[in-house]
């Protein structure tokens, strides 16, 4: 028998359908998964002195970082 997911809405069979307690919950095996990699938290990024380096010189070589658009200016 197909079950229709109360997450991503699609009818999958009841094996894709875990069970808590003994009942079947409705949100499929892939949204779960999904769920659950969306909340853990990523572990922290070690700074790494020699791209700091090549970052800092990447911004002496290119100046300040313009976010206008150019076009506005074409007119």
């Not at 020699?50 to 658009?69: K, S």
């Amino acid at each position: 028998m197909a079950r229709v997911c109360t997450s991503c809405e699609r009818s999958l069979s009841d094996s894709e359908f875990p069970t808590q307690n003994g009942r079947v919950v409705n949100v499929c095996v892939l949204c779960r998964n999904d769920i659950k990699r969306a909340q853990t938290r990523l572990a922290p990024i070690r700074r790494d002195p020699e791209q700091i380096q090549l970052n800092n010189v990447a911004a002496l070589w290119h100046g300040p970082v313009r976010r206008t658009h150019l076009l506005r200016y074409a007119a």
